[in-house]
């Protein structure tokens, strides 16, 4: 590489400061603003960067709405313009922009000259990795939701073909043997048949009420978990305690919906992985929240880093369910202490509803 | 036979063949053909009583609706964790091999006798041959060894 003179150089670094995509400031150990190139001048406000040039604003706090720290988004504690000791060479920062409102940078707050305290601050636009880094996982939960969803009907389609159809066919089979049949045999083939179609009722009532359940429209939450929890109970032979305090009350469609939801997912879960014989569920509104409580004493897992044991998706799907609602999910357990499912909804109350009943 | 003692079948069969479990589910036409865990020997849970299947749900639902012999070597291989609570009754008695045959009258299967083991591996076609040709031909008011297909 040829040796370049000094001059050279500072031409270099004085057309990078001007033509920088970066924004770049100097500040002084006070956390003053000396200087700042045009990228930076194209971020500020114009009323700010007027005051800022006329001397009558010098600090960042004009325009810095804090920086991402370990406990928050936008934090001013540890501010990193007084805290020397700090590793600030890679962060997020938030700005008060021209246009665009609060947006996100990455940004490196350093000390160049040590003798003059003089530190660099060098910021750049996040918004379009962030739109990347959105759009992807747009993409992702798009594919998840087709992939439950085929998943869904697959197994809405497996119940059908194996159980209905084939009672179906059974019984056609039956019919037409008996056009064969002595009387007391016939009288048999008929009981028996009979036996077939009852259970072929049963299943389709039970695919039915899988896929919503009418008590749920009809009868609110309460009814539905008791019908839920009794199905439960017969097919997995794991009992449910349901402690309810909401008697008959009625919530938002949405609501009803997604608690009913998570409820039934989190009872499956205990059922699947806990190695249990009792849940107990509870249910009660509290300062103006609806509140769910699925606890088993069960096995428990680490929160830490779980062992994935099925597709890893229930997990997922409740917090979004619950945050669609404006509620938040909590997941407590521990290796060996069994766990704990807790919901937690906004519920206003709905004055028309009100009137109706 | 209307007094024929099941539970002492199922514990003879549970010593002789020094396995964990024995289990007898019915067909209960009065209750829509529901299937229940009527019999059981050896079992460390009580899980079994509230267990209601139906034709093709759950161990005995498969083998009802089959009428064929089920022989699971291995029922961690052979089930995820994802499927294995389809089958409760494995779940609660913590079965890890086992073998469910068909019982019949009038040739329709009408039962169903879990024999089943706590160590994978216990139960294989060998010892379900040797076990299969021990049982008489009657069990109570049930019919044995009418295998389809077998």
């Given at each position: 590489m040829i040796q370049i003179t000094n001059e050279k150089m500072m031409a270099f670094l004085i057309k990078m400061y001007e033509n920088s995509s970066e924004a770049i400031f100097f500040l002084d150990g006070e956390g003053e603003i000396l200087a700042l190139n045009p990228s930076a001048e194209q971020i500020i406000n114009p009323s700010v960067l007027e005051a800022i040039q006329q001397g009558t604003i010098s600090s960042l706090c004009s325009f810095c709405r804090g920086y991402t720290s370990d406990e928050e988004l936008m934090s001013c504690t540890n501010c990193y313009l007084k805290n020397p000791e700090g590793d600030f060479s890679s962060f997020q920062v938030y700005l008060e922009t021209r246009n665009k409102g609060v947006i996100p940078y990455a940004a490196s707050y350093y000390q160049i000259d040590p003798e003059q305290e003089i530190f660099v601050f060098m910021l750049r636009d996040l918004t379009l990795q962030f739109k990347t880094q959105e759009n992807l996982y747009k993409n992702q939960m798009v594919k998840q939701t087709i992939e439950a969803q085929e998943l869904e009907r697959k197994r809405i389609s497996r119940e059908l073909h194996d159980s209905v159809v084939q009672d179906l066919v059974s019984t056609l089979v039956d019919l037409r043997v008996s056009k064969y049949l002595k009387e007391d045999e016939l009288r048999e083939r008929i009981s028996e048949t009979e036996g077939t179609l009852n259970r072929l009722i049963e299943d389709v009532r039970n695919i039915s009420v899988f896929l919503r359940p009418a008590s749920l429209d009809d009868l609110g939450l309460e009814a539905a978990f008791r019908t839920h929890f009794k199905w439960i109970e017969k097919t997995y032979g794991i009992r449910v305690n349901l402690k309810s305090m909401i008697s008959q009350m009625r919530y938002r469609h949405d609501i009803e919906t997604a608690v009913y939801r998570i409820c039934q997912e989190a009872v499956l879960n205990a059922v699947k992985y806990a190695g249990i014989s009792e849940i107990d569920v509870y249910i009660a509104e509290s300062n103006r929240h609806l509140e769910l409580f699925v606890r088993d004493e069960g096995e428990g897992f680490n929160t830490e880093s779980p062992t994935i044991k099925g597709t890893g998706l229930g997990v997922f799907g409740m917090t979004e369910r619950a945050e669609l609602i404006g509620g938040k999910l909590r997941l407590y357990s521990e290796q060996g202490k069994g766990t704990t499912v807790y919901l937690s909804v906004p519920i206003q109350l709905q004055p028309k509803e009100r009137v109706e009943t | 036979m209307e007094h024929f003692h099941y539970e002492s079948f199922l514990e003879q069969l549970r010593n002789e063949f020094e396995l964990d479990v024995a289990a007898l589910a019915v067909c209960l036409p009065e209750e829509n053909h529901a299937i229940r865990w009527k019999y059981i020997s050896g079992?460390?849970?009580?899980n079994y009583r509230r267990i209601v299947l139906y034709s093709g749900k759950g161990t005995a639902g498969l083998v009802v609706k089959t009428g064929k012999a089920r022989i699971i070597e291995n029922v961690k291989e052979y089930y995820s964790a994802g499927n294995l609570y389809e089958h409760p009754i494995l779940v609660s008695e913590k079965i890890e091999s086992f073998a469910a045959i068909p019982f019949f009258k009038n040739q329709r299967v009408c039962a169903v006798l879990l024999v089943g083991s706590?160590?994978?591996?216990?139960?294989n076609q060998v010892l379900f041959q040797e076990i299969f040709s021990h049982l008489p031909e009657k069990v109570g008011s049930y019919d044995t060894g009418e295998l389809i297909g077998n």
């Open positions: - | 079992n460390i849970s009580e706590r160590t994978a591996g216990k139960m």
